[in-house]
Every structure is written in C-alpha cells, then in structure tokens.
C-alpha cells in the first residue's frame, strides 16, 4: 500500500499567519490518464470531512482562494495563506491513484 | 445539488452483522464510482471500499477483505456496504463517498458500534 505521511501532525498558528503542511507519499502518484490523484480534505470539530484541493493543485468551488495545493511526484503541499478562525480542524491528505486508496495521518491545525 | 445520505448504524455485537445504505441524489448515479471511509473514535481516516460503475470493479482495504461486501442498486441510486464478522476495531462512523479516486463528495456519516 501507498503510505502517506504528513507533517507536522500537530501545527499551532496565529490568525493572520501562514501556515504549510506537507505530505509525502511512498510512490509516485501519477495514475495511467496522466493525472495524479493527490486530494486535500478539511474536517471541522463535529463535521464530515469536506475536500479542498483536487488532482494536487486544483481548487473546489467555493472553497477561499487563501487556500492553495501544489507539489508532484511524491511530495505534496498545502498552503494557507493567512489562516482565519473558520480553519481551525484536521486536514488530511489522500492519494487516490492506487489501490487501496490511503490519506495521511491529519494534522491538527489549532491557534496559537 | 448532490446529496448523500448514510443509514443503517447500530450497536452490534462482536461477530454480527450490519448493513449500511447510502442514498444519493442530484448527479448521475449510475456513472460514479462509489465508496466508504471510516472513521474510529478519535481517529483519523480510512478509506473502506470502492465500487465501479456497473460494479465491474470492487476494491477493498485488506483488514475488511472477506468480511465487508460492497455493492449498488443503480435503480435506486444507492450503494450498501455489508458488514460481516465485525470485530471490534471496526467501530467507526462511516462515511459514503463519491469515489473517482477523489472523494469529492461525502455523506453525513452513520455510527457503528460494535461492543458486548
């Protein structure tokens, strides 16, 4: 299986801030269509996860362009320009161009 | 808008059996893959299960194999997941997703307890 591997597990942030997490997969995630298959998921306190970024890079719609996802091969980042308090949760990487499908282990994103 | 909506969960011995139902409405049923995450208490995410379109295909994680079954009724655009022998640790809520390999769309969830 496709063990994927995010850091840190645990990020503190003051509003207003930048914030990074990293994802790194154990192979390449370039499925046979060309694309590669790395998604990002937002999971609120007492909420269904919601995803955020799609194909590594892409933004889903409605989601704050504060937000953004980029890397390739085996190393994945998302972004968060400044962080506002409506972030504050778990966030999740998941590859999706092997089976089994497998996320990371989340990180908590909490303010400082 | 396109709506999934889990039911089915319970509180079930050790070894019994449980089957959960997502209805899905507001897209194309019957040309989406389809699939089931979990979640334990406290824990992070697993996915569970896939299954393709015309259920051609049916993909599982290897702690499930054999034991969960995942299926679909495109008449009535739902997918089921029916879960075998249950142990334990596969106490979770569980969530049903839509599944190209993106996960772009989830359900509710629905809590399965599993508990003597």
């Known amino acids: 299986d496709v063990v994927m591997t995010q850091s840190p597990l645990s990020l503190p942030v003051t509003l207003g801030q930048p914030a990074s997490i990293s994802c790194r997969s154990s192979?390449?995630?370039?499925?046979?269509?060309?694309?590669?298959?790395l998604s990002w998921f937002q999971q609120r306190p007492g909420q269904s996860p919601r995803r955020l970024i799609y194909?590594?890079?892409e933004r889903d719609s409605g989601v704050p362009d504060r937000f953004s996802g980029s890397g390739s091969g085996t190393d994945f980042t998302l972004k968060i320009s400044r962080v506002e308090s409506e972030d504050i949760g778990v966030y999740y990487c998941?590859?999706?161009?092997?089976?089994?499908?497998?996320f990371g282990q989340g990180t908590r994103l909490e303010i400082k | 808008e396109v709506q999934l909506v889990e039911s089915g969960g319970g509180l079930v011995q050790p070894g019994g059996s449980l089957r959960l139902s997502c209805a899905a409405s507001?897209?194309?049923?019957?040309?989406?893959?389809m699939g089931w995450v979990r979640q334990a208490p406290g824990k992070g995410l697993e996915w569970v299960a896939n299954?393709?379109?015309?259920?051609?295909?049916?993909y599982y994680v290897e702690s499930v194999r054999g034991r969960f079954t995942i299926s679909r009724d495109d008449a009535k655009g739902s997918v089921y997941l029916q879960m075998n022998s249950l142990r334990v640790e596969d106490a979770a809520a569980y969530y049903c997703?839509?599944?190209?390999?993106?996960?772009?769309?989830w359900g509710q969830g629905t809590l399965v307890t599993v508990s003597s």
């Open positions: 997703v839509r599944d190209g390999g993106q996960l772009d769309y």
């Open positions: 507001g897209f194309t049923f019957s040309t989406y893959h």
């Open positions: 299954i393709s379109p015309s259920a051609g295909a049916l």
């Open positions: 192979q390449g995630l370039v499925f046979s269509d060309g694309n590669t298959y």
């Open positions: 194909k590594a890079s």
């Open positions: 998941m590859q999706g161009s092997h089976w089994p499908h497998t």
